[in-house]
């Protein structure tokens, strides 16, 4: 059963830094590019961040570009998002996924139609 177990959420000023992580079993981790997303309130999950399956490149949307840092450790089967220099409009909940590409989209789609509980990420004064 594939599953994701996503941590290091938490409150945070503007400014700070916070690490997520996220623990997958169930498929073969390393077999598949990896994607972060969020759900602000009262907004759809939106994509983050992808890390491909291969060389490990990734992508970023504009709005964290050079804030934000997607990695993987396969040995571990587990994604991270290192967040830094967080604004309010980071204030969400986060999930990971896996991620399949496709030809005609800038990031993968989401591998699988289940998704971890996300870790609330909270960025105020």
């Known amino acids: 059963q594939v599953q994701f177990v996503e941590s290091g959420g938490g409150l945070a000023q503007p400014g700070e830094s916070l690490k997520l992580s996220c623990v997958t079993s169930?498929?073969?981790?390393?077999?598949?590019?990896m994607n972060w997303y969020r759900q602000a309130p009262g907004k759809e999950r939106e994509i983050v961040a992808s890390?491909?399956?291969?060389?490990?490149?990734?992508k970023y949307v504009d709005s964290v570009k050079g804030r934000f840092t997607i990695s993987r450790d396969n040995s571990r089967n587990t994604l991270y998002l290192q967040m830094n220099s967080l604004k309010s409009e980071d204030t969400a909940v986060y999930y990971c996924?896996?991620?399949?590409?496709?030809?005609?989209?800038?990031?993968?789609?989401?591998?699988?139609?289940?998704w971890g509980q996300g870790t609330q990420v909270t960025v105020s004064a």
């Open positions: 996924n896996g991620g399949v590409p496709h030809p005609d989209m800038e990031f993968p789609l989401a591998a699988f139609p289940y």
């Open positions: 169930g498929f073969s981790f390393r077999a598949y590019a």
């Open positions: 890390i491909t399956s291969t060389d490990h490149s990734t």
